[in-house]
């Protein structure tokens, strides 16, 4: 069992960054691959960013590539999404979740379905 806490989500201006952190109970967190993912006010949730267990695979989407940086730091069983270069667009809560991935270090998940869990999400508001 993990539970997520997001956290960092507030308004902000467009061009300005924003540091989200995610926060995971349990001691088994170094097992998981870990994704952010967004969802606007009638839309659907969205991939974002997402790295395997070992945090050496990455992949994001198109429209945060080069924006987004996701890290984690195992010791501490947290996950980070630093975004730089908001645009309003870019408005959503935001969640991160955690996928078991015993049989690879390397794999990272780019769909919802292979998630395990998930935080309650956090507010990221980006006005222009």
Known sequence: ?????????????????????CAASGRTFSSYAMGWFRQAPGKE??????????????????????????????????VALQMNSLKPEDTAVYYCAAALSLGSYYRYYEKVEPYDYWGQGTQVTVSS
């Open 45 to 78: 949730r969205e991939f974002v960013a997402a790295m395997s267990r070992s945090g050496s695979s990455t992949s994001y989407a198109d429209s945060v590539k080069g924006r987004f940086t996701i890290s984690r730091d195992n010791a501490k069983n947290t």
């Open 1 to 21: 069992q993990v539970q997520l806490a997001e956290s960092g989500g507030r308004l902000v201006q467009a061009g300005g960054s924003l540091r989200l952190s």
